[in-house]
Every structure is written in structure tokens, then in C-alpha cells.
């Protein structure tokens, strides 16, 4: 079973690389709404990151997207 990795950049500073164009950056962002580690739980948020992100071509991301899609949001299942 894999973990989730953990983030040691602070969302500001995810938005930061965001911003710059980073769109592992987003990926993680997500992550972080998803779980509500140092924001609110905000699926809606994640959704939108994670299409950004896979809009830029980010496998990652598009992954992660589809799993959204068709499990729904993890905060929501505890």
C-alpha cells in the first residue's frame, strides 16, 4: 500500500509555484484540500487544481483527477 507523500511546502508557498507555473504544485495543492491538511477540505478546489493540472499535460494529476471523479472526494467517506 502506498502512502501519501508529505508535503513540507506550505500551501503558500504551493500557490507561489502555482503561480510560476508549477503544476506539481497544483497536484499538491490538491492533496492538501483533499485531505484538510493546512486548509479547509475544499473537493471542489482539488477538482479544479487537478484539471489544471491536467490540462498541462500532468499525469499525475490526471490520475488523480479520474480517481476524484469516480470515488469521491476521501474527506467526505469518513
Given at each position: 500500500m502506498q502512502h501519501p507523500k508529505k508535503v513540507s511546502a506550505t500551501p503558500q508557498q504551493l500557490w507561489s509555484a502555482l503561480q510560476a507555473g508549477n503544476m506539481n504544485a497544483a497536484v499538491a495543492l490538491a492533496d492538501l484540500y483533499t485531505r484538510g491538511e493546512g486548509v479547509?477540505?475544499?473537493?471542489e478546489q482539488a477538482r479544479i487544481l487537478l484539471l489544471v493540472a491536467s490540462?498541462?499535460?500532468n499525469a499525475e494529476a490526471s490520475k488523480k483527477l479520474?480517481?476524484?471523479d469516480k470515488g469521491g472526494c476521501p474527506a467526505n467517506s469518513e
Open positions: 479547509p477540505v475544499n473537493c490540462e498541462k499535460n479520474q480517481g476524484l
